[in-house]
């Protein structure tokens, strides 16, 4: 049976498998810093050490266009026929991480799957992923014809709204950093750590200001108040735009040290709060994707679909 290479092509890491039209390969997975390579070329070649593969789908952090990706956080260009070059591959998508992790919702287990939020998902309605990590994105899933179709998109480069006189004071601040002021630059880890400096004057990392979160401290709850406010306001902005029924989830690494104390923070008021549409915010619920390869079993799904 002829095997597939799959990718997560991150701003650090690179997570691949190996799979077949019946999944994923058991104890195929690996990681590789992306720092110790010269691209993702450099990875495929160093994973498959001489073997050659069927066909390749990739999960890039970054747009793609005309077959190729440029990463957004990261100096890496990624080309389909440098990849086909490495792997021997006949077929090569490659797509953005978030479209993966969102080709992946039909796939994943339910151990996956952890409830923030509470509400009635229409089981036919478009779902909306949001990714928070080193960056984010979005990516929405369409059930058509008995398939997932998710058309891609960058969201994270859109523009913060307008927010209270604090968050408002912050954002004027963030356009003498990145002039088109993207809501990445705060709703992200680099963001996260970007928003308590701006708030108190002191440099911690995203890690450190969850764990002192964790341990008490006033001056981490009112950065993460914060945070939560500008989540709910821009997750209900888009989940609204995309009329996501089907439900919103988060996916990444601060979504997932995040997740326990969204609810005590206070997202739900600001992601409901949608003036007559608050009745169809407050049905969709919000739910944390634990799992941190659901972009390889969406690159799965989408070479098993015929995407490519």
């Not at 077949?20 to 990875?43: I, K, M, P, Q, Y």
């Not at 799957?113 to 998902?121: E, H, K, R, S, T």
């Not at 708030?199 to 200001?209: K, L, N, Q």
Request: a negative charge; aromatic letters at 4%; glycine letters at 12%.
């Amino acid at each position: 049976m002829a095997e597939w290479l799959l990718a997560d092509v991150g701003a650090s890491h690179t997570r691949l498998a190996l799979a077949t039209s019946e999944g994923l390969g058991a104890g195929t997975a690996a990681r590789f810093s992306n720092a110790s390579h010269d691209g993702f070329g450099a990875v495929v070649a160093a994973y498959l050490d001489g073997r050659k593969v069927a066909a390749v789908c990739a999960g890039v952090a970054g747009p793609v266009r005309g077959g190729a990706a440029r990463l957004t956080n990261i100096d890496w260009e990624i080309d389909t026929a440098e990849v086909a070059r490495v792997s021997g591959a006949a077929r090569v998508h490659l797509m953005n991480d978030l479209q993966a992790q969102a080709c992946a919702l039909d796939d994943l287990p339910v151990s996956a799957f952890v409830p923030i939020l509470p509400g009635v998902a229409d089981p036919e309605g478009p779902r909306m992923m949001m990714g928070l990590g080193t960056g984010s994105n979005i990516a929405v899933a369409h059930r058509v014809a008995g398939r997932l179709f998710v058309p891609p998109a960058e969201a994270g480069h859109s523009s913060l709204p307008h927010m209270g006189e604090a968050l408002n004071r912050i954002i004027a601040a963030v356009a003498q950093e990145a002039a088109h002021k993207p809501y990445e630059a705060l709703l992200s880890g680099p963001g996260l750590a970007r928003l308590h400096r701006l708030c108190t004057g002191e440099t911690m990392s995203a890690p450190e200001i969850v764990a002192d979160l964790d341990a008490g401290g006033a001056e981490a709850r009112a950065t993460l108040v914060l945070f939560t406010r500008l989540l709910g306001t821009v997750m209900g902005n888009l989940a609204l735009t995309h009329m996501a029924t089907g439900g919103v989830f988060l996916i990444g690494s601060v979504a997932r040290a995040l997740a326990p104390h969204l609810v005590g923070l206070g997202l739900a008021d600001t992601f409901t709060a949608k003036g007559p549409y608050t009745t169809i915010m407050t049905a969709m619920p919000v739910t944390l994707i634990s799992d941190d390869t659901a972009a390889l079993t969406g690159c799965w799904r989408a070479l098993r679909q015929g995407d490519t």
